[in-house]
C-alpha cells in the first residue's frame, strides 16, 4: 500500500533561500567615511585579498573580500579553498552585524539589523555555495563545525579592524547558521537574531504537517488544493507550457520536467503560505489559458530554482539536508492519487557525484545544537510568524531565560524585527545585552527575505509500496 504522504525536505532554496537572496536592509542610511587606509589594512590581513567595491545603503565604502580558508580546519596544513565575504563600513568603532549566511552573500547583502544599530555590515558566502566552493569539492568537509570555524576565522581576523560591539543575524537557514556558529564558538558575538529558524532533526520532519494544516482556514486551504489537483488533472496539457516558461524567462533546464512539475505543484501549499504574496483571489481560475496557470505556479514557487543554475547553486544545501541538518515533510493525501512520476534522485537532480554517499547522521548534530540553546546559549532573539509553515520546526528554548523567543501573529517567513507586536521590548532587551539604547532609525523598511530552506521540489519521495 502506498503511503498517503509526500515528503519534501524543505520548502524552497533548494529552501529558498527567503533565494532573493539575502535580504537588503540598510536604505536611506548615512554614515561617516572610514579612513584612507582602510583597504590596505584589510588586504593586509593574513589570508585576506579586499578590493573596494561601490557601496550601498547609504553606506560611505563597501569591500568584496576573498579569505582563504582550511578545507578541514583539524588539518590547517592541508588543502585550502577561498571564501567571499562582503563588508560594507560604517565606522571601525561601531557595532558590526555578523551574517554569517547560510547560502550566497552578493554585493547587495544587508541585515535591518545593521541599519537599526547604525553599523557596519560583513556577509559570508557559506563554504560550497558558488563563490566558496572547494575545487575539487571533497564533500566531506561540508558540516556545521567546519562552517563554524570558518566564521569564527573571519570574525578573529576582522576584530583587529573592527574592535566594538559583534552581532550576528541571519534569517532562515542563514539564521540556522548564525546559531551554529554561536553554538562552536559562542564568545564570538555579543548576541544572535535568527529570524524564522527552524531545527529539524529527520530527513523529512513530520512536526510540520499538523502546524500547516492547522494554519489558515479550511476555506482557503481548499482552494489551494483544488488548484493543486486541477493542475495535475491537467498535466499532460500544462507541461509543453511549464517547459516553455524556462524558455520564455532565459532559463535552462535539462532534467525530465514531468518530475520536476509534480513535485513543484506538491510544493505549492508550502510556498503559497511561507510568502503571503498572494491572496485566494489571485489563484487562476479553471476559464483562463494555461499559461496563466503555469505563471501563477512560477511565481508561487518561485520556479526559477529549477532551472540548471539555481539547482547547481543549492547543491551544498541538497547535501546538507541530507546528511545534517534535514528537512520538513509535506503532508499531499489529497494528491495522491494524481501523481505518477518517481521524484529524480538528489545525485542527479543536484548533480552530485554518483559515488558521494548521502547518510543521515540521525539527526545528531541538530539535537546537540538544540541542547546547546536550552542550557547554555543566551542573549538570543528568535523570531518566527505565525503563518509560516516553517514555524512548526521553530525551536524549542526549554524556557530558557537568557532567550527571547517571539513569534508573530499574521506573520510569514519574511517576518523581521520592524514587524513585531513586541518590537520595542526586542529592541529594548537587544539596548540591555550590547550595554546602550538601541532605537529605530528615523526610515527604515524590512529587508526582503533571503531563500526559505531551499527549494522543495525534486526532494520529494513516494514512499514504496
Given at each position: 500500500?502506498?503511503?498517503?504522504?509526500?515528503?519534501?525536505?524543505?520548502?524552497r532554496?533548494?529552501?529558498?533561500?527567503?533565494?532573493?537572496?539575502?535580504g537588503?536592509?540598510?536604505?536611506?542610511?548615512?554614515?561617516?567615511?572610514?579612513?584612507e587606509?582602510?583597504?590596505?589594512?584589510l588586504?593586509?590581513?593574513p589570508?585576506?585579498?579586499?578590493?573596494?567595491?561601490?557601496?550601498?545603503?547609504?553606506?560611505?565604502?563597501?569591500?568584496?573580500?576573498?579569505v582563504?580558508?582550511?578545507?578541514?580546519?583539524a588539518?590547517p596544513q592541508?588543502?585550502?579553498?577561498?571564501?567571499?565575504?562582503?563588508?560594507?563600513h560604517?565606522?571601525?568603532?561601531?557595532?558590526?552585524?555578523?551574517?554569517?549566511?547560510?547560502?550566497?552573500?552578493?554585493d547587495?547583502?544587508?541585515?535591518?539589523?545593521a541599519?537599526?544599530?547604525?553599523?557596519?555590515?560583513l556577509?559570508?558566502t557559506?563554504?560550497?555555495?558558488?563563490?566558496?566552493?572547494?575545487?575539487?569539492?571533497?564533500?566531506?568537509?561540508?558540516?556545521?563545525?567546519?562552517?563554524?570555524?570558518?566564521?569564527?576565522h573571519?570574525?578573529?581576523?576582522?576584530?583587529?579592524?573592527y574592535?566594538?560591539?559583534?552581532?550576528?543575524a541571519?534569517?532562515?537557514?542563514?539564521?540556522?547558521?548564525?546559531?551554529?556558529h554561536?553554538?562552536?564558538?559562542?564568545?564570538?558575538?555579543?548576541?544572535?537574531?535568527?529570524?524564522?529558524?527552524?531545527?529539524?532533526?529527520?530527513?523529512?520532519?513530520?512536526?510540520?504537517?499538523?502546524?500547516?494544516?492547522?494554519?489558515?482556514?479550511?476555506e482557503?486551504?481548499?482552494?489551494?488544493h483544488?488548484?493543486?489537483?486541477?493542475?495535475?488533472?491537467h498535466?499532460?496539457?500544462?507541461?509543453?507550457?511549464?517547459v516553455?516558461?524556462?524558455?520564455?524567462?532565459?532559463?535552462t533546464l535539462?532534467?525530465?520536467p514531468?518530475?520536476?512539475?509534480?513535485?513543484?505543484?506538491?510544493?505549492?501549499?508550502w510556498?503559497?503560505?511561507?510568502?503571503?504574496?498572494?491572496?485566494?483571489?489571485?489563484?487562476?481560475?479553471?476559464?483562463?489559458?494555461?499559461?496563466?496557470?503555469?505563471?501563477?505556479?512560477a511565481a508561487?514557487?518561485?520556479l526559477?530554482?529549477?532551472?540548471?543554475?539555481?539547482?547547481?547553486?543549492?547543491?551544498?544545501?541538497?547535501?546538507?539536508v541530507?546528511?545534517?541538518?534535514g528537512?520538513?515533510?509535506?503532508?499531499a493525501?489529497?494528491?495522491?492519487?494524481?501523481?505518477?512520476?518517481?521524484?529524480?534522485?538528489?545525485?542527479?537532480?543536484?548533480?552530485?557525484?554518483?559515488?558521494?554517499?548521502l547518510?543521515?547522521?540521525?539527526?545528531?548534530?541538530?539535537r546537540?545544537?538544540l541542547?546547546?540553546?536550552?542550557?547554555?546559549?543566551?542573549?538570543?532573539?528568535?523570531?518566527?510568524?505565525?503563518?509560516?509553515?516553517?514555524?512548526?520546526g521553530?525551536?524549542?528554548?526549554?524556557?530558557?531565560?537568557?532567550?527571547?523567543?517571539?513569534?508573530?501573529?499574521?506573520?510569514d517567513?519574511?517576518?523581521?524585527?520592524?514587524?513585531?507586536?513586541?518590537?520595542?521590548?526586542?529592541?529594548?532587551?537587544?539596548?540591555?545585552w550590547?550595554?546602550?539604547?538601541?532605537?529605530?532609525?528615523?526610515?527604515?523598511?524590512v529587508?526582503g527575505?533571503?531563500p526559505?530552506?531551499?527549494?522543495?521540489?525534486?526532494?520529494?519521495?513516494?514512499?514504496?509500496p
Open positions: 500500500m502506498i503511503s498517503t504522504r509526500l515528503d519534501t525536505l524543505g520548502a532554496a533548494i529552501l529558498l533561500a527567503s533565494l532573493a537572496l539575502e537588503a536592509a540598510c536604505g536611506g542610511a548615512t554614515f561617516p567615511s572610514g579612513g587606509d582602510l583597504l590596505l589594512r588586504d593586509a590581513l589570508g585576506v585579498t579586499a578590493r573596494e567595491i561601490a557601496p550601498h545603503y547609504g553606506y560611505p565604502r563597501a569591500f568584496e573580500l576573498d582563504v580558508q582550511p578545507l578541514d580546519h588539518d592541508g588543502p585550502t579553498f577561498t571564501q567571499r565575504a562582503y563588508l560594507s560604517a565606522g571601525e568603532e561601531l557595532p558590526m552585524v555578523f551574517g554569517a549566511y547560510g547560502y550566497g552573500a552578493t547587495q547583502s544587508g541585515e535591518e539589523l541599519e537599526i544599530l547604525r553599523g557596519n555590515g556577509y559570508v557559506h563554504r560550497y555555495f558558488p563563490g566558496s566552493r572547494p575545487d575539487p569539492a571533497d564533500w566531506r568537509h561540508l558540516d556545521i563545525r567546519q562552517a563554524a570555524a570558518d566564521h569564527h573571519i570574525v578573529t581576523l576582522l576584530k583587529s579592524i574592535p566594538g560591539t559583534w552581532v550576528s541571519g534569517a532562515s537557514k542563514s539564521g540556522m547558521t548564525a546559531l551554529f554561536r553554538r562552536f564558538y559562542p564568545s564570538d558575538v555579543g548576541a544572535t537574531v535568527a529570524y524564522v529558524a527552524p531545527l529539524m532533526f529527520e530527513v523529512k520532519d513530520e512536526r510540520f504537517l499538523p502546524w500547516l494544516a492547522a494554519t489558515g482556514s479550511p482557503g486551504r481548499a482552494l489551494i483544488d488548484f493543486q489537483r486541477r493542475l495535475l488533472e498535466r499532460d496539457g500544462l507541461l509543453p507550457h511549464f516553455a516558461w524556462f524558455t520564455r524567462n532565459g532559463y535539462s532534467l525530465p514531468g518530475p520536476l512539475f509534480e513535485s513543484a505543484v506538491v510544493s505549492y501549499e510556498e503559497f503560505c511561507q510568502r503571503r504574496v498572494f491572496g485566494f483571489d489571485d489563484i487562476p481560475d479553471a476559464e483562463e489559458p494555461y499559461e496563466a496557470w503555469v505563471d501563477h505556479l508561487a514557487v518561485r526559477h530554482y529549477s532551472s540548471d543554475p539555481w539547482r547547481d547553486y543549492f547543491k551544498a544545501y541538497a547535501y546538507q541530507h546528511t545534517q541538518i528537512g520538513a515533510a509535506i503532508d493525501t489529497h494528491l495522491r492519487d494524481l501523481v505518477r512520476d518517481e521524484p529524480l534522485d538528489p545525485h542527479a537532480e543536484y548533480d552530485l557525484p554518483p559515488s558521494l554517499p547518510t543521515w547522521d540521525g539527526g545528531a548534530a541538530m546537540d545544537v541542547r546547546w540553546i536550552q542550557t547554555e546559549g543566551d542573549h538570543i532573539v528568535l523570531i518566527y510568524g505565525g503563518l509560516d509553515p516553517w514555524t512548526g521553530a525551536i524549542d528554548t526549554a524556557d530558557n531565560p537568557r532567550i527571547v523567543k517571539v513569534i508573530q501573529a499574521g506573520a517567513h519574511q517576518v523581521r524585527i520592524l514587524n513585531l507586536d513586541r518590537r520595542d521590548e526586542v529592541l529594548a532587551i537587544l539596548g540591555s550590547l550595554g546602550e539604547p538601541v532605537t529605530l532609525p528615523a526610515r527604515s523598511r529587508p527575505a533571503e526559505a530552506l531551499g527549494p522543495a521540489r525534486g526532494l520529494f519521495r513516494l514512499p514504496a
